[in-house]
């Protein structure tokens, strides 16, 4: 479940898991756009309003441009080089 604006975090993590070499430029371009629609919505959304898990995942990506499913990636070695 998500906030209103903001992106499932279920869709989150299947992007996640899916390699970038099985995605079609327009499901890339998709996800660009959604990740940067969902970064404004949760820049801009108190803290007090957002559920649980979007606070976990907005903390996890503050302070870089990666978010919690690129980092777990990375630490089980898909995230790119």
Same mark, same amino acid.
């Given at each position: 479940?998500?906030?209103?604006?903001?992106?499932?975090?279920?869709?989150?993590?299947?992007?996640g898991?899916?390699?970038?070499?099985?995605?079609?430029?327009?499901?890339?371009?998709?996800?660009?756009?959604?990740?940067?629609?969902?970064?404004?919505?949760?820049?801009?959304? =108190?803290? $007090? %309003? /957002?559920?649980?898990?979007? *606070? +976990?995942? &907005?903390?996890?990506? =503050?302070? $870089? %441009? /990666?978010?919690?499913?690129? *980092? +777990?990636? &990375?630490?089980?070695?898909?995230?790119?080089?």
């Open positions: 479940m998500s906030d209103t604006g903001r992106k499932d975090l279920t869709d989150k993590a299947k992007e898991v899916t390699p970038d070499s099985q995605k079609s430029t327009v499901d890339k371009t998709k996800e660009t756009l959604t990740d940067t629609g969902d970064k404004i919505a949760g820049s801009v959304q =108190s803290s $007090d %309003d /957002k559920n649980p898990a979007q *606070k +976990a995942s &907005d903390t996890a990506s =503050s302070g $870089d %441009d /990666k978010g919690i499913v690129d *980092k +777990a990636k &990375d630490a089980v070695g898909l995230g790119s080089k």
